[in-house]
Each structure stands twice: as structure tokens, then as C-alpha cells.
């Protein structure tokens, strides 16, 4: 059986085309989790990390050593969103995607609109621990993707109706019934 994460709310879902981070470094597919601290799934993926670390480091984890578990409120760019929350870190490299499916296992597109900032999802994954240029980590890997269920999005982005009250007709550029292909 696959290793599952908590569930928790997207954010910057990175999932069908790779990207980089900054314009540097390797293309890969990414997903941020925000999890509630009290969810009891946690405790797994907790240990699944500290058992690829000490795997990676028999004698304990070097000083250095960079957690995929991030504590929402001690970020260096705090976003409210994260408050409270435990944010985790999913990557994929980008010859891998990851296959994204709701809750009925049916495939999700980016077409679909379904996967978004702000849906709830998790994700199989796998650990592993690392040491490159005088860093050393443990990562969560992204296997697949399953959105679980709808939340409010994550964008600064409003609705129209909440941005605009409709027109007296004598101000309308097009008025009710014409005919506005020219748009």
C-alpha cells in the first residue's frame, strides 16, 4: 500500500507542467500541503522522515539538516494562509508527472479546473535524505495526487458580482438582446 499524507489544502500546485524555482535550478513539479497540526496522520509521515534520516545518518541528523515540515507561523515569508498550519513540501521530478485524480479516481486535467490553490488533497509519496553542496535534507518525493474536496481558492482573484453593480440601461455600451460578438 502507498505511503499517504495528511490531507491538507493546496497551495501552488505545481502539478502539470514543470517548473523552477526562481528561473533556476531543476524543473520539477510541485505541491505546498497545509496541514492542521492537530491531524493525527501526521504522526506517520513524521516518523517516515526521521526513519529516511536516520537511514541517511545512523549517528543522527548533521546540525544542518532541513526539515520538508515547516511550521506556518516561523516561515520567512509568512502568508496568512499558513498560520497555524503545518506546510509540506512535495516535489516530483520532471520526467515523472504525477497523475492527479479526485476523489472518485477519475483523472483530473488542468483544463478541469479542479486542482487549484485553496482544494483539499494528498498525496503518495516517498522519503529520502540528502547532502548536496554542504546541505543535507530530508524531502518528501510526490508520487500522485488525489483532490478530496472543494475549499474557497487561495488567489487575491474576485468574483465580478462582488466587484460591480449592474448598469441603468441608458449606460450600457450594448444593451440587453444585441448583438455583442464585436467582444
Given at each position: 500500500?502507498a505511503?499517504l ?12 507542467q514543470?517548473?523552477?524555482?526562481s528561473?533556476q ?5 510541485r ?7 492537530k ?12 526513519e ?9 541528523r ?15 515569508n509568512p502568508?496568512?494562509?499558513?498560520a ?9 521530478n ?21 486542482m ?16 548536496n ?11 500522485n ?7 474557497d481558492?487561495?488567489d ?15 449606460e450600457?455600451?450594448?444593451t ?8
Amino acid at each position: 500500500m502507498a505511503k499517504l499524507s495528511p490531507i491538507g489544502r493546496a497551495s501552488f500546485p505545481e502539478l502539470f507542467q514543470p517548473t523552477q524555482v526562481s528561473g533556476q535550478g531543476a524543473f520539477k513539479y510541485r505541491l505546498t500541503l497545509l496541514i492542521d497540526p492537530k491531524d493525527p496522520a501526521l504522526a506517520q509521515l513524521r516518523a517516515d522522515i526521521e526513519e529516511s534520516a536516520k537511514k541517511k545518518w545512523p549517528s543522527g541528523r548533521p546540525k544542518n539538516w532541513s526539515s520538508p515540515l515547516l511550521d506556518g507561523d516561523d516561515m520567512d515569508n509568512p502568508r496568512p494562509e499558513c498560520a497555524g498550519m503545518i506546510v509540506l513540501r512535495l516535489t516530483a521530478n520532471d520526467d515523472r508527472p504525477p497523475q492527479v485524480v479526485d476523489s472518485g479516481m477519475r483523472p483530473i486535467t488542468k483544463e478541469s479546473g479542479k486542482m487549484y490553490s485553496g482544494c483539499y488533497a494528498r498525496a503518495s509519496y516517498n522519503c529520502f535524505s540528502w547532502t548536496n553542496t554542504g546541505k543535507n535534507g530530508t524531502s518528501v518525493g510526490m508520487n500522485n495526487v488525489q483532490v478530496v474536496r472543494d475549499g474557497d481558492p487561495l488567489d487575491s482573484r474576485t468574483n465580478a458580482s462582488d466587484d460591480f453593480d449592474a448598469l441603468p440601461e441608458s449606460e450600457m455600451a450594448v444593451t440587453p438582446g444585441d448583438d455583442d460578438s464585436q467582444f
